[in-house]
Nanobody, 120 residues
Framework: QVHMVESGGGLVQAGGSLRLSCAASGSIVSINVMDWYRQGPGKQRELVASITRGGSTNYADSVKGRFTISRDNAKNTMYLQMSSLKPEDTAVYYC??????????????WGQGTQVTVSS
């Protein structure tokens, strides 16, 4: 079993910054890709940013230049540094990890979600 714990969400004014963290623990051999998704009010869940084990990154066009994804493989932890936040960034942010477990299987795990609210 793998547990994913997110932290760092909150309320911030437009133009401000927040840093999200996602820590994975449990029966982990290695973690391949790690992603941040978000789901705004009345919207579908969308991919915000993605990072491979080797550090290659991809971003949604809407956050390029404002958000930075990173990870610490030794700590099985991923981060999302969010700057120049806009009201349209308001959403529940979820982390995802593709995990090779001690059972020898590739399994998908999600965090519980953390609320980010940007006021205008």
């Amino acid at each position: 079993q793998v547990h994913m714990v997110e932290s760092g969400g909150g309320l911030v004014q437009a133009g401000g910054s927040l840093r999200l963290s996602c820590a994975a623990s449990g029966s982990i051999v290695s973690i391949n890709v790690m992603d941040w998704y978000r789901q705004g009010p009345g919207k579908q869940r969308e991919l915000v940013a993605s990072i491979t084990r080797g550090g290659s990154t991809n971003y949604a066009d809407s956050v390029k230049g404002r958000f930075t994804i990173s990870r610490d493989n030794a700590k099985n932890t991923m981060y999302l540094q969010m700057s120049s936040l806009k009201p349209e960034d308001t959403a529940v942010y979820y982390c995802y990890a593709g995990v090779v477990t001690t059972r020898g299987a590739f399994e998908n795990y999600w965090g519980q979600g953390t609320q980010v609210t940007v006021s205008s």
